[in-house]
């Protein structure tokens, strides 16, 4: 089985910064792209950031220049840099792998986290 936890959402002024990281768990050999998706309310579900196991990215254009996506694939982890949030970023932010190889050559794709509530409010 693969865990994908999020960490480090929470309630943040317009203009200012969080950063939030997913941490995959299991017996896990390697992890394909990790990327962050954002659902706020009455909306779908929509890409934020995406990034390859050699580090290659992909931004949504409305957070191209201020949203930063890496990975530490030591940790397993996958961050995301939010810099000069906007009230319209607000929305439960969710970790996605597309494609994970565990031990005894088992393959899991496009698993999810739980989520993590990112809220941008004066």
């Known amino acids: 089985q693969v865990q994908l936890v999020e960490s480090g959402g929470g309630l943040v002024q317009p203009g200012g910064s969080l950063r939030i990281s997913c941490a995959a768990s299991?017996?896990?050999?390697?992890?394909?792209?990790m990327g962050w998706y954002r659902q706020a309310p009455g909306k779908q579900r929509e890409l934020v950031a995406s990034i390859t196991s050699s580090g290659g990215t992909n931004y949504a254009d409305s957070v191209k220049g201020r949203f930063t996506i890496f990975r530490d694939n030591g940790k397993r982890t996958v961050y995301l840099q939010m810099n000069s949030l906007k009230p319209e970023d607000t929305a439960v932010y969710y970790c996605?792998?597309?494609?994970?190889?565990?031990?005894?050559?088992?393959?899991?794709?496009?698993?999810w986290g739980q989520g993590t509530q990112v809220t941008v409010s004066s």
């Open positions: 299991g017996l896990i050999v390697s992890i394909g792209v």
């Open positions: 996605n792998v597309d494609r994970v190889v565990l031990g005894w050559g088992r393959v899991r794709e496009d698993c």
